[in-house]
Nanobody, 124 residues
Framework: VQLQASGGGLVQAGDSLRLSCAASGLTFSGYAMGWFRQAPGKERDFVAAISGSGRSTAYADSVKGRFTISRDNAKKTVYLQMNSLKPEDTAVYYC??????????????????WGQGTLVTVSS
């Protein structure tokens, strides 16, 4: 299984960025997908998750209304659209896959596979 995250970069506060995570080696629609982030010196935090069908989503309070998670099962790719970015959004963003059958989980330990991370830096 491989998860390849991309799309990170350096942006200014208020800008938008879209992250992508391409999956291979797994039955993509059978996995919920999540985005997590880890700022320097901090723990890895939940950002957003989406069910295998794409019908259900969940967000951390800190990004609700600004970030949107989506997926294209035909392309085996999950996206994270990030709008109105703030300096506190600066972190390495990781995508992850969870073989959960019901519901969406926010704990990083629940996820089975992880991508390598992509750095997002938001300047003030």
């Amino acid at each position: 299984v491989q998860l390849q995250a991309s799309g990170g970069g350096l942006v200014q506060a208020g800008d938008s960025l879209r992250l992508s995570c391409a999956a291979s080696g797994l039955t993509f629609s059978g996995y919920a997908m999540g985005w997590f982030r880890q700022a320097p010196g901090k723990e890895r935090d939940f950002v957003a998750a989406i069910s295998g069908s794409g019908r259900s989503t969940a967000y951390a309070d800190s990004v609700k209304g600004r970030f949107t998670i989506s997926r294209d099962n035909a392309k085996k790719t999950v996206y994270l659209q990030m709008n109105s970015l703030k300096p506190e959004d600066t972190a390495v963003y990781y995508c992850a896959a969870d073989k959960v059958r019901i519901g969406l989980r926010v704990g990083s330990l629940e996820y089975d596979y992880w991508g390598q991370g992509t750095l997002v830096t938001v300047s003030s």
